[in-house]
């Protein structure tokens, strides 16, 4: 049984988005540091959770 993903056809007329091309020049080119949105890979401290918090009430 084959399991393979098959995009359907009419997926082929979709054109990317003037930002996904950027990112496809910038990915090759050399000396681009991506600062994007990415999730941190440590907990906060607590004073900055709080003070985040804090700021969201006000």
Do not use: C
Not at 25 to 44: H, M, R, W, Y
């Amino acid at each position: 049984m084959d399991l393979s993903f098959k995009p359907a056809d009419r997926l082929k007329n979709i054109k990317y988005s003037g930002i996904r091309r950027f990112f496809e020049i910038a990915q090759k080119t050399p000396n681009v540091i991506n600062l994007s949105v990415g999730e941190p890979d440590f907990v906060p401290p607590k004073h900055a959770l709080d003070a985040g918090w804090q700021a969201m009430k006000e």
